[in-house]
């Protein structure tokens, strides 16, 4: 079974400080690793993925396979982060997306 | 440009009720996913689809089925509609393979009386 734990539901921080949004997962094959965000009154998108490597509005994620974890970081938030985040995991026996529960990132001026 | 579409936005039912969410994807993709999206419990897997007339259950199936007749359409059917059903519902579709992105509807906010 593949399971994916956000351990904060909300996470506030000022803007300029830096961010580090929560995931960890468990699955015992070798999984993808998503952060999906959604803005105010938008629909659910992808923000970026571990196969990508990518750094996407600032944002990156690295994949700790030893702690099972894959947390999203950014070095200085911005008011316009302020959206709900999950982190999602898709296993390569199947085609189920697993998500997280979901944290709330409010960036206060 | 990518889109995913879902037949109303908002939709307000009597316990019940049969209640039809329909999704449209006009991608050529293979899966389709159907989703609720509850607080605190995240996104969680209603049923999805591999293709035409081929799907699958994913975690809470129960109280729900699904149809897809055709490659670009994908339907959730609410049989009974109950209280409990009240929720945020999400279309997504894909290409094969767990590495790619899915791309999501904007939601239908459904809500049983």
């Known amino acids: 079974a593949q399971r994916v734990t956000q351990p904060e539901k909300l996470l506030s921080v000022f803007k300029g400080a830096p961010v580090e949004l929560k995931c960890n997962y468990s699955y015992s094959g070798s999984p993808e690793l998503f952060w999906y965000v959604q803005y105010s009154r938008q629909r659910l998108q992808l923000l970026l993925r571990?196969?990508s490597r990518e750094s996407i509005k600032g944002f990156t994620a690295d994949l700790n396979k030893g702690e099972t974890s894959f947390h999203l970081k950014k070095p200085f938030a911005q008011e316009e982060d302020s959206a709900m985040y999950y982190c999602a995991l898709s296993g390569d026996a199947g085609n189920m997306l697993t998500f997280g529960g979901g944290t709330r990132l409010m960036v206060k001026p | 440009d990518v889109k995913v579409t879902q037949s109303s936005r908002y939709l307000v039912k009597r316990t019940g009720e049969k209640v039809f969410l329909e999704c449209v994807q006009d991608m050529d993709h293979e899966n389709m996913f159907w989703y609720r999206q509850d607080p605190g419990l995240g996104l969680r897997l209603i049923y999805f689809?591999?293709?035409?007339?081929?799907?699958e259950k994913g975690d809470i199936p129960e109280g729900y089925s699904v149809s897809r007749e055709k490659k670009e359409r994908f339907s959730l059917i609410l049989e009974s509609a109950s209280t409990n059903q009240t929720s945020m519902y999400l279309c997504?579709?894909?290409?094969?393979?767990?590495?790619?992105?899915?791309?999501f509807g904007p939601g239908t906010r459904l809500t049983v009386t």
């Open positions: 689809s591999y293709d035409v007339k081929m799907k």
């Open positions: 571990h196969i």
């Open positions: 997504a579709s894909r290409r094969p393979g767990h590495t790619y992105e899915q791309y």
